[in-house]
């Protein structure tokens, strides 16, 4: 309730930029889609929104720009659906000895021959802007 009523204060004095630092961390799902909603209703009106956050799946559907940071540095910078295509839109998660491994593909088509290949517990997906950061950070999960 208290990050609700911090934002609608902000919003009280019809600022140009809005700076949110996390402004969905502790929230229930739904107030997180409420909050989204109303995120996207200021920015349609022309206000712009600066938005940090370790949710990059909230980055991933606010945002029209990202900015990737790991251990203080830049790493990427471009639209969520760019970050995507540069790394391949379609995934293909394999578990082998207990650890996820995800390979991604720019063609459809390509990704189904892999997982034809694949053995069991082998999944076909979207790729995420998540894989992105996973990607570029060079970190395992």
């Known amino acids: 309730m208290k990050r609700k009523l911090m934002i609608c204060r902000a919003l009280m004095i019809e600022p140009e930029i809005l700076l949110l630092d996390e ?7 739904l ?13 349609s009106d022309k206000m ?9 799946e909230e980055a991933q ?6 900015a990737l940071v790991n251990q203080g540095r830049l790493q990427k910078l471009d639209t969520p659906a760019n970050l995507i295509n540069e790394l391949g ?18 063609d459809r088509d390509a990704a189904i021959a892999h997982l034809s290949k694949a053995g069991d517990g082998a999944a076909l997906r979207a ?10 950070a060079g970190r395992k999960l």
């Not at 107030?31 to 920015?43: A, D, E, G, P, T």
């Not at 839109?89 to 995800?102: C, G, N, R, W």
């Not at 790729?127 to 570029?136: Q, S």
């Open 89 to 106: 839109p379609f995934a293909v998660d394999e578990i082998a000895d207990e650890t996820l491994k995800s390979r991604y593909f720019h």
């Open 31 to 43: 107030s997180r889609r409420q909050m989204w909603n109303l995120l996207r209703r200021v920015n």
């Open 61 to 66: 559907a606010l945002c029209n720009r990202v």
């Open 23 to 29: 402004p969905t961390a502790g929230m229930d799902a």
């Open 48 to 56: 712009t929104i600066v938005l940090t956050t370790h949710y990059i």
């Open 127 to 136: 790729t995420t802007l998540e894989d992105v950061f996973v990607d570029c």
